[in-house]
């Protein structure tokens, strides 16, 4: 790694094993020494040795904590808020005539929303912050309390908030308790004292809105087929304007555009597959993993509903490439030939132009996913993957945007078992969004290229006695053992 180019170990792998590596000759000091040039001569642009008056050693928390910075959380929360069932219950009104309950654990999240790897925040504004600033009376209840915690003993005062309110909140999920760092998970679906929670409030108030936190796999499965659940939100860890972001969102301040980052699989899925087994293709003891891969997912990456309805349709073919312009049918030869690129993957292919239409009532923003599927390479197909995407902002209710998608050779590749990325010939399809809202077919022909040639490791080296030499099984082997035999003659 360090003759490669990484000059920076996070942690302690370098100062505990470069002495032995140095020993052993698997290096030069001459790398080491440009690791370090490189890293002091970075400290030395910026005027770290030039004392306090250097610019950069004057900078306050004022200087990052301004009205942009704090604008640019709000939005970056919203944004990726996915709204994941609706009956139509939201986007709705809250006022000074109501009154609203909040239950379960995160529903006075301050330091939860960050995450981990969180600087200092100017202030948490969590869910029962944001409550209050809707001018409703609020009840709360954080119970169940924590993610292991079976026990009933303070359930009753979720019951009086339930039957105080004229709408009711669910806000819970998983936290770094058990998705930190480090930690292995070994349940994906909500516990059981959430379910039941969530159930019985359900019975007591209908109406019910499930604000799901939390970054991993959840199976919704029991909120989704609730009739008394009028909504799911994925919320995420949204950061220290969190709560805002939920209720501007649920209060239609915000309409929702985001989509979920990953899939949520059933929960039996983690009888399906050993947690040791990496592979994503489907096989006898493996469903598949991913949207790549995998298609019973309670709910599927890219999920996210809006409050308004939105069309699509992906304009004819503008491109120089192909036998004609405008053609469907494309030849490998013509794809590969003229480009300037160092790595062929970056050679171009097409711009496709989606027309995105908003039928509905509501302006709102919307993610445009483009997903390449078809029929070429080695079999099994992956059922699709997500080559392109772009966020289209504020469109207007009756109006229409373009949405570009960019597609490089890189998006029509598929990588080969050793690793190289592969242009094979073959029928293609780009799908639009997950439903699909649009489709447009083509063709590659001819023979296929390899764009990029993925480094192969070397030769094994075997050593012909029993003596122990170092560095068997690095590019160093070979000369080593030359320098050893000389030295035994």
Not at 8 to 34: K, M, N, R, W
Not at 264 to 275: D, F
Request: charged share 15%; net charge negative.
């Amino acid at each position: 790694a360090l003759i490669a180019g990484t000059d920076v170990d996070c942690g302690t792998y370098f100062q505990e094993f470069l002495p032995g590596a140095y020993a052993q000759g698997l290096f030069d000091i001459s790398v080491l020494d440009q690791a370090l040039v490189r890293q002091y001569s970075g400290l030395v642009r910026v005027g770290y040795f030039d004392g306090p008056s250097v610019p950069y050693r004057n900078i306050t928390f004022s200087d990052v904590n301004t009205q942009a910075s704090q604008a640019l959380a709000l939005k970056a929360a919203e944004e990726g808020i996915a709204l994941l069932k609706n009956d139509g219950a939201l986007p709705m009104t809250i006022g000074a005539n109501m009154t609203i309950g909040l239950v379960g654990d995160w529903a006075n999240a301050t330091t939860q929303m960050q995450g981990n790897y969180a600087g200092i925040a100017p202030y948490l504004h969590g869910p029962y912050y944001a409550a209050n600033q809707t001018g409703a009376k609020v009840a709360i209840a954080n119970v169940p309390g924590g993610q292991g915690d079976p026990t009933t003993d303070n359930w009753r005062k979720a019951w009086t908030v339930a039957n105080q309110s004229d709408q009711l909140f669910y806000i819970g999920g998983i936290d770094n308790t058990v998705e930190l760092e480090g930690n292995d998970r070994v349940t994906i679906a909500w516990t059981g004292a959430q379910l039941d929670m969530i159930s019985r409030l359900a019975e007591l108030k209908p109406g019910l809105v499930v604000v799901q936190m939390g970054a991993g796999s959840l199976d919704s499965s029991a909120i989704l087929n609730n009739p008394n659940i009028s909504a799911l939100l994925w919320a995420g860890y949204p950061g220290q304007d969190g709560g805002t972001a939920i209720f501007n969102i649920i209060t239609g301040k915000t309409a929702p555009a985001g989509r979920l980052p990953t899939t949520m699989y059933p929960a039996n899925y983690i009888a399906q597959v050993p947690m040791t087994d990496m592979s994503l293709r489907p096989s006898t003891n493996n469903p598949g993993r991913t949207y790549q891969w995998y298609d019973k997912a309670v709910l599927p990456f890219g999920t996210g509903l809006h409050y308004t309805n939105f069309t699509a349709s992906v304009a004819p073919p503008t491109s120089r490439y192909g036998s004609a312009n405008g053609s469907t049918t494309y030849s490998i030869e013509s794809l590969t030939t003229g480009c300037n690129e160092t790595y062929m993957d970056r050679c171009p292919f097409r711009t496709f132009a989606v027309d995105v239409t908003n039928t509905g009532s509501v302006c709102s923003d919307y993610v445009t996913l483009g997903y390449l599927t078809g029929a070429f390479g080695p079999t099994p197909y992956p059922l699709k993957r997500l080559v392109a995407y772009t966020r289209l902002h504020d469109v207007q209710d009756g109006s229409s945007q373009t949405a570009n998608l960019v597609l490089d050779l890189a998006s029509l590749s598929r990588v080969a078992d050793n690793g190289d990325r592969v242009l094979y010939p073959g029928d293609y399809a780009l799908m639009i969004d997950n439903a699909p809202l649009a489709m447009v077919n083509f063709t590659l022909t001819g023979e296929a290229f390899t764009l990029d040639h993925w480094p192969q490791p070397p030769e094994p080296v075997y050593q012909a006695t029993d003596y122990f030499v170092g560095g068997f099984g690095s590019t160093y082997g070979d000369e080593i053992m030359v320098n050893v035999t000389s030295t035994m003659l």
